[in-house]
């Protein structure tokens, strides 16, 4: 799971070029929205587009976004308990 979190950091700063962002600066538990890296609604519409491409995973609703986007922890798990299962995959 701590693979996984990393990786998302560090996806989350490329996405969203945060040039002046280390992942060891952002807090997995942390707020992502509206927290210390200034994340906003557009952001949020990127890091889906990006899970769902990167990961298979879908997040269709506003609900549901709410809750995966609360931080880097919460967006682990939804991936890990709602992506698509493969042999080569672990976390």
Same mark, same amino acid.
Do not use: C, H, W
């Given at each position: 799971?701590?693979q !996984?979190?990393d990786? #998302? ?5 490329d996405t !969203?070029? #945060?040039? =002046?962002?280390?992942?060891?600066k952002? =807090? $997995?538990? %942390?707020? #992502?929205?509206g927290? =210390? #890296?200034?994340?906003d609604s557009?952001?949020?519409l990127? !890091? /889906?587009?990006?899970? $769902?491409q990167?990961?298979? /995973? /879908?997040?269709d609703?506003? $609900? /549901?976004?709410?809750?995966?986007? %609360? &931080?880097?922890? %919460? !967006?682990?798990e939804y991936? +890990? =308990?709602? +992506?698509?299962q493969?042999?080569?995959? &672990?976390?």
């Amino acid at each position: 799971m701590q693979q !996984l979190i990393d990786e #998302l950091k560090t996806k989350i700063i490329d996405t !969203l070029y #945060l040039e =002046d962002i280390t992942s060891e600066k952002i =807090d $997995e538990n %942390a707020p #992502l929205v509206g927290g =210390d #890296l200034g994340i906003d609604s557009i952001d949020i519409l990127e !890091l /889906v587009m990006m899970v $769902e491409q990167d990961y298979g /995973v /879908v997040i269709d609703n506003k $609900e /549901v976004g709410e809750k995966v986007f %609360a &931080s880097v922890a %919460a !967006l682990a798990e939804y991936i +890990r =308990d709602n +992506r698509p299962q493969t042999a080569d995959m &672990s976390g």
